[in-house]
């Protein structure tokens, strides 16, 4: 079996390095036609050309070698990290031809051909690749070219990473069985060919632990309570040899906040100008639709606790809660409009929060913000939920994007912390590609 997914794996490194060279060769092609029609004629002729491209190939498809372009992907932004990864393949492959023709004169090749291939590359590449990718997670869903793995647990971890294993076939495993007994694990691993176990059993003793991954000769992963381990930031150090771990604020750093909102000022200034015609459209459509005012104004949880006013496009009758008081949305919430049900779908009663985001109230994003009456309630239940408050609270949250938004309140709180800590400008971008992507195919459960 190993060697099976060895020879699935290999396959697809083979597919993607095929798939590329032809590709390569179809966009310089494509470019030197144009560069012909729209410009002076190019020499060399076309047959030189060709020779010459077939260099420019195998040198691309060595710079994908060395940046990692042919490793499986895996994670939630599998897709995006496709097209990032070949942005920055394609645009090394540019500059080396650009390098190579300055150096080597018998090498001759039009900078304004390279800069019209560069384009036609990068869309057909990322197309070839994101179809060869849906393409591995769907052999890789069926059990192909993936590890078969047993989780030990069935109480809500165990529950949790199987889910996760069942939902991300990029993860490269396929779930055999969720088991809560070690009887039932050796079951499952005699009756199965098991690659991996992963152990969701926080307190099972350390002894027991090692006779498992001798017993059964398969990849043991112990699968520590997330929540205990990201609700604890500690750093690992050392004085003079002597191990110590330093508990750490969850916050971004200064320079990482400064440019994390120059982005936000940047991007909701130009969204607010282009989408302008049609917030008015949307404003017309719900004056006219139903009773009541345009925009519906609500008190939130900013960035140190600060409240703020939050502004959406109104989507529910007007005085929704005045007699049951705060409660939360729902899939089916009959307090909808039917307009509204439509604007929430694809996200577009959010558009008014681009206000918020200029005005440093919010940021594009970050941990969703709560309403004061939530916020209280949810302090008292989750250890160190105020931390949230560290940073500005976003237009979309990691928890949103990737998650559902039925999701419970303590596991919101867990991508809430990640985000924090893991952030990066390029995880920004990211999650904004992911979550317009979200919006246009009109994922949204309330």
């Not at 050309?49 to 895996?74: H, T």
């Not at 939902?167 to 055999?176: N, R």
């Not at 150090?237 to 994390?260: A, Q, W, Y």
């Not at 302090?379 to 979309?396: F, K, M």
Request: hydrophobic share 45%; proline share 4%; aromatic share 12%.
């Amino acid at each position: 079996m190993k060697y099976d997914k060895l020879l699935a794996n290999a396959g697809f490194v083979l597919l993607r390095v095929m798939s590329d060279v032809f590709f390569i060769f179809i966009s310089f092609i494509l470019a030197y036609f144009l560069r012909q029609r729209f410009g002076p004629a190019f020499q060399p002729g076309i047959k030189l050309y060709l020779i010459y491209l077939f260099y420019v190939a195998l040198f691309w498809v060595a710079i994908f070698f060395v940046l990692g372009l042919y490793r499986s992907r895996k994670g939630f932004f599998v897709e995006i990290d496709e097209a990032f990864g070949l942005l920055g393949g394609t645009l090394s492959g540019l500059v080396g031809i650009i390098i190579v023709s300055f150096i080597f004169s018998e090498f001759k090749y039009s900078r304004i051909l390279i800069f019209y291939a560069w384009p036609i590359s990068f869309l057909l590449l990322s197309m070839s690749r994101i179809a060869i990718l849906r393409l591995e997670l769907l052999l890789k869903s069926r059990g192909i070219g993936s590890k078969k793995a047993v989780v030990l647990g069935e109480g809500e971890l165990g529950r949790s990473i199987a889910e996760k294993i069942r939902e991300m076939p990029s993860l490269g495993f396929q779930l055999v069985a969720n088991v809560g007994s070690v009887k039932e694990l050796d079951e499952a691993v005699r009756s199965n060919t098991i690659d991996e176990v992963f152990v969701a059993i926080p307190d099972l003793p350390r002894d027991e632990l090692l006779n498992l991954a001798k017993k059964f000769g398969v990849g043991l992963s112990i699968v520590p309570d997330l929540f205990e381990v990201i609700s604890k930031p500690v750093r690992m150090g050392e004085l003079d040899n002597i191990p110590l771990m330093s508990v750490r604020e969850r916050n971004i750093v200064f320079s990482g906040r400064i440019i994390k909102r120059l982005m936000d000022i940047s991007i909701s200034l130009v969204c607010l100008i282009i989408f302008a015609p049609i917030m008015l459209v949307i404003a017309g459509l719900i004056k006219i639709s139903s009773p009541g005012g345009v925009f519906y104004r609500q008190q939130r949880v900013g960035r140190g606790g600060c409240i703020f006013i939050l502004y959406k496009f109104r989507t529910m009758a007007e005085n929704a809660e005045k007699d049951t008081g705060p409660i939360l949305a729902s899939s089916n919430d009959p307090r909808k409009t039917r307009l509204g049900k439509y604007l929430r779908r694809i996200h577009l009663d959010e558009m008014p929060q681009l206000f918020n985001v200029l005005k440093g109230d919010m940021s594009l994003v970050g941990p969703r913000p709560e309403r004061p009456f939530f916020a209280e309630q949810y302090r008292q239940r989750i250890t160190g939920y105020d931390e949230r408050n560290n940073v500005r609270p976003g237009l979309a949250g990691l928890a949103q994007i990737t998650g559902t938004y039925s999701l419970p309140i303590e596991e919101k709180v867990k991508y809430d912390f990640y985000y924090i800590e893991n952030w990066s400008l390029i995880l920004d971008i990211k999650l904004i590609v992911w979550m317009l992507g979200k919006a246009l195919l009109c994922k949204n459960e309330y």
